[in-house]
């Protein structure tokens, strides 16, 4: 019996590293049965996944596409495959409406993070790609709110996605197989035997807290998208302060993990699901990650500066000639003008690129 298994995300539940794989290995899924639909991915490793194969654009959002279903279905049958299996975080405000246009076969997967993981790691995604500027702030609200931006809530509104859902509690202790690739396998009821290594790559790497506070405070310069995903490569790559921490002082921590676990508590009760209890046991023991204050001193700053300045010369140019075309900026850590200044000069002039021949050789 054919299958069709939607896997949607929640937003920060290593989506992006499983896209990773299944789009290198569509081959070894071919051999084994199932069929993944090529996409795009990006230099970060980061991709819409399968968002085009059941849906279309409307603007700058997704939408539920009759024709795109049925085309991605035709695909599936004509490529003698047993299983469907689609991955993207974009379907998740769209499932309801996507669950009328799939057959009644198809199952959902969810996975749901620590509401506190979850809020910071939204906090950092922000500095990183939207140029965010503002400190961290430990409020459940305070970035569209957390468990999924009230999509999953939408979602399990619908009988039509809840009676074909699987809710997994994204959790490295509570993974099968001891990683969320061989979990969502194992969910999907697809068998592993002919895929190889399944192990995931890093994707779209975390900053460290200097790294983090260096892209915050950068954020308010007019460098433009390519400067500032030059800047946000190599700054996954700063190997400088700490890089297990939290941003939720112990007070603001107890507090806010009282919250999140009734909530938690709340949306078991109102959807009659318990595979997120074994999470909330956890949860409720695990220790706070260190806190660290989001300030840096000036010879932190310069460190960061000069790891820039070693793995990115242009860069480190372009940043030092656009601080001293804009005096105006005031800057989180002022110190920055100084050090990349510094790094510039000690680099010396960029040089001009050789010239080409307008004669053909030989």
């Given amino acids: 019996m054919k299958s069709i298994v939607v896997h949607a995300g929640l937003p920060k539940t290593g989506t992006s590293a499983v896209q990773a794989f299944f789009s290198t290995h569509t081959d070894e899924l071919a051999r084994s049965g199932i069929f993944y639909p090529q996409h795009r991915v990006d230099t970060n490793g980061v991709s819409a996944g399968n968002a085009g194969a059941l849906m279309e654009r409307s603007g700058h959002l997704f939408v539920a596409s009759r024709r795109e279903v049925a085309g991605t279905l035709e695909e599936f049958e004509a490529s003698g495959c047993h299983t469907l299996l689609l991955s993207s975080e974009a379907f998740l405000p769209e499932l309801p409406g996507i669950a009328e246009l799939l057959p009644p076969e198809a199952r959902f997967v969810l996975y749901v993070r620590d509401p506190l993981a979850f809020l910071e790691s939204d906090y950092n995604q922000r500095v990183k790609r939207l140029s965010h500027v503002d400190p961290f702030e430990p409020s459940p609200g305070a970035y569209g709110g957390w468990l999924g931006h009230e999509h999953l809530y939408r979602a ?20 099968v197989g001891d990683s969320l690739l061989t979990d969502l396998l194992d969910t999907a009821g697809i068998d592993t035997a002919g895929l190889g290594d399944l192990s995931l790559r890093k994707v779209n790497l975390s900053y460290s807290l200097h790294a983090l506070e260096i892209k915050r405070a950068l954020n308010v310069l007019p460098l433009g998208p390519q400067l500032q995903e030059r800047l946000d490569i190599h700054l996954q790559s700063c190997p400088l302060g700490p890089t297990t921490y939290t941003l939720i002082p112990p007070a603001d921590h107890e507090r806010l993990r009282k919250v999140a676990d009734d909530e938690l508590h709340a949306l078991a009760l109102r959807y009659d699901i318990d595979s997120l209890e074994p999470m909330r046991e956890l949860l409720r023991a695990k220790p706070q990650k260190p806190f660290h204050p989001q300030q840096l001193t000036d010879d932190e700053v310069d460190a960061v500066v000069r790891h820039i300045a070693t793995v990115g010369k242009r860069l480190t140019r372009r940043i030092a000639q656009t601080l001293a075309e804009h005096p105006e900026i005031e800057l989180v850590y002022p110190s920055l003008r100084d050090s990349f200044a510094a790094a510039a000069a000690e680099l010396g002039e960029e040089s001009a690129p050789p010239k080409r021949r307008w004669w053909r050789r030989g």
């Fill in 156 to 175: 399990l509104d619908s009988e039509t996605v809840r009676s074909r859902l699987v809710l997994r509690p994204y959790l490295p202790e509570l993974f």
